[in-house]
Every structure is written in structure tokens, then in C-alpha cells.
């Protein structure tokens, strides 16, 4: 356990400006996308306050992105904290869950379905047409999605064997990538009983799986989250090859289990120069925040507590701190760290949980 003294936060915190959104209310159904100002102490409230979920800053740190209730279904809509606007995505599909933001912050990503079918869909929003594609070709079963910044993790995939029909899938992939930009994505395959997931490199019109490329013979189940570094060299995923819950990273050099632990690892988070992965594990008998370096496995506590948990890490714009979640003070409230897990500080003291933290990036324009 790491002891610490916990710090009410001031409104400067050793050179961190910006902005942190979260999610917070009385229950479920309440539930608001809120903004915590670490320039002022501040915090507003700008999202709609029904069943509010999964904010995600753009790249450029000037909207939020979130999932929230919608008259028939969920929808996604935009805040733009700096001014007074509120955008509804115009949806095909009553369900849409969980948005992405493409690296250029110009669309987002998300899956969708209607009420026929459990199964969904890659939808990709555009901005700039103001409407929705649809991804993947006939693929469905998608249970989440994110963007590719880049080209470079293609050169990963090169099948071992000379199968003709895998060399042609590959060479298509690659053509439209080039042409229309690249997703990751963790899919159904199979048919019941014999299903399992995969991960899926994905266009406007295909979706291939990279295990089988990679692996002809072998099924991972790989689980929920799948989240590519900031410059396309490596994906990490979550899976339960080796028959619990552990952290992958499929790069250049192969697939790597960089947590390898007995106990569960889960909700792998990039640091910003790609070298760390946050992420939640039960290793110290409760949840809490660790570090891995993953290019050696080197797996760091940040913040583990003996009579309480930790869980929804994200780094700041410099890697020098993180934002997490506990109820180490009773309700689940937000905490910042240091990575090393120095300087432990409470940033909210709300009445309802705070939860779902996401740190706003630097932005582009503010840097020129």
C-alpha cells in the first residue's frame, strides 16, 4: 500500500492548466457531464443531466464528446466548453454508445444498433457532412472501437503463411486505408454456441481480423477494451489468454502479455509519450491504480489502499500526474497523483460520486 497524505487541491498544481470532465449526480438516471477548471477551481455543469456516460475530449481539447439519453434510445452529443453550444448528433440507429474521437478531432466513432437486432455496428460522424457511414462492411457484433492516428501497426500485418487469399485481404485492407483512414476494433466471430472475439483492423467497407494473420490457429476471447498509443505503433487490449484477465500489446515485435499476473489487470490507459500503460488490477487484494513500462513489463503501484478501491485512471497532458476514482473518503470521488504515486491530492468533495474522469489534452492552438 502506498500511504500518502491527502492534499486539498489549490488552484495550481505545479504548472497543470486545463480542464477535467466527469460524470457525476444522484443516480444513473440523473447523471451530468461536469467540468472541473484546474485554472480556476471551478466547476460547471454543462451536459444534459440524463443518464450522462463516457465523456471524451477531442485531440485538440476544445469539445467533449458524450453518450447520453435520447427519446427512443442513446445518443451522442457535443460540448464545446469555451462557448455556448450544445450539437446533437443526428443518428440513423436509436442506441449509440461509448464515441472516439478521429485524430484530426474532425469525426468520431461509435457503435450502434436498432432495436432488432443486439448486434452492432461501426457509425462514423463527420462533421464537415454532417452525417453518419457506416463501417466494416457487413460486420456486426462490434463491442467497442477506436481510431488508428497512422499507418504504421499495417507493417505488423504479415501473415506467416503464403496463403493467397490472406495476401489479397491484406493488400485491399491496406488500399483503402491509405485511401479512407484505419480503426481497431474488438468483434463477435463465430456462431453460437462457438463464438468468441477478435480484434479487427477496419475500413469503410472490411473488417479483418489481426489475430488470425498474426495466429492462423489460435481464438483469443479477447475483452472489452482495446486502445491504440498515440502514434499507431501498438494497440493494447485486454484478454484472457493464459485463463484470467491480462493486458496485451500487439506492436511490430509481435503480441506481448505486459501485465502477466495472477490476479485481473484491466482498462489499459497510454501515457503521453506511449512508454506506460495505466491500468486497474486486483494484485493488491483491492482495485487499484498501477503503472507498466512496456517495453520491459515493469509494473509500478501508483495508488492501492488496504480498506478501499481505485479505478478510472487517466494521465495528464505532460505524464507527470493521474486522475482515478475512489471511495477511499466514502463516496466515490476524484483524486489526483503523481505517476510515482507521490502527492496524493482530493480534487472533488461533491455529495453524489464522481466518476468517468478524462483530462482535457493540450490544445493545438493554445500551444501556437
Known amino acids: 500500500m502506498l500511504l500518502s497524505i491527502i492534499l486539498p487541491v489549490s488552484c495550481i498544481l505545479f504548472g497543470q492548466s486545463g480542464s477535467i470532465a466527469y460524470i457525476t449526480g444522484p443516480s444513473q ?49 457535443i460540448i464545446r466548453p469555451e462557448e455556448p453550444a450544445d450539437q446533437a448528433v443526428a443518428h440513423h440507429f436509436s442506441w ?16 450502434s444498433r436498432d432495436d432488432t437486432s443486439p448486434l452492432s455496428c461501426i457509425t462514423v460522424y463527420s462533421f464537415e457532412r454532417g452525417e453518419e457511414t457506416f463501417w466494416g462492411g457487413e460486420q456486426r457484433g462490434i463491442l467497442s472501437v477506436a481510431w488508428l492516428p497512422g499507418m504504421e501497426l499495417m507493417k505488423a500485418l504479415d501473415p506467416e503463411s503464403e496463403d493467397e487469399h490472406a495476401s489479397i485481404a491484406l493488400l485491399d485492407l491496406r488500399k483503402e486505408a491509405e485511401a479512407h483512414g484505419l480503426l481497431v476494433s474488438v468483434g463477435l466471430i463465430g456462431t453460437p454456441p462457438k463464438m468468441y472475439t477478435d480484434l479487427f483492423i477496419t475500413t469503410p467497407s472490411l473488417a479483418t481480423p489481426v489475430l488470425s494473420f498474426l495466429e492462423p490457429d489460435n481464438q483469443r476471447h479477447i475483452e472489452y477494451n482495446v486502445n491504440p498509443d498515440h502514434d499507431a505503433r501498438q494497440i493494447a487490449y485486454e484478454s484472457n489468454d493464459g485463463g484470467d484477465r491480462e493486458l496485451f500489446v500487439l506492436g511490430r515485435r509481435g503480441i506481448t502479455n505486459v501485465s502477466n499476473h495472477p490476479a485481473a489487470d484491466w482498462n489499459p490507459v497510454w501515457s503521453p509519450d506511449d512508454s506506460w500503460l495505466a491500468f486497474e488490477s486486483f494484485r493488491g487484494g483491492r482495485q487499484g491504480i498501477y503503472r507498466v513500462l512496456v517495453s520491459t513489463g515493469n509494473v509500478l503501484p501508483v495508488h492501492v489502499g488496504n480498506a478501499y478501491n481505485c479505478w478510472s485512471p487517466d494521465w495528464s497532458p505532460d505524464g507527470e500526474w493521474m486522475v482515478f476514482v475512489s471511495d477511499m473518503s466514502g463516496t466515490p470521488q476524484l483524486f489526483l497523483v503523481r505517476s510515482d504515486g507521490s502527492d496524493l491530492r482530493q480534487l472533488t468533495f461533491g455529495p453524489f460520486p464522481a466518476l468517468s474522469p478524462a483530462w482535457q489534452p493540450v490544445s493545438k492552438h493554445k500551444q501556437e
Open 29 to 77: 438516471a440523473s447523471y451530468q457531464l461536469t467540468v472541473f477548471s484546474l485554472d480556476t477551481g471551478e466547476t460547471t455543469a454543462p451536459g444534459r443531466g440524463d443518464c450522462d456516460a463516457y465523456p471524451q475530449w477531442s485531440p485538440d481539447g476544445r469539445s467533449i464528446a458524450y453518450q447520453t439519453k435520447q427519446p427512443e434510445g442513446t445518443g451522442i452529443r
Open 96 to 111: 449509440n454508445y461509448r464515441p472516439r474521437w478521429s485524430p484530426d478531432s474532425a469525426s468520431l466513432v461509435y457503435t
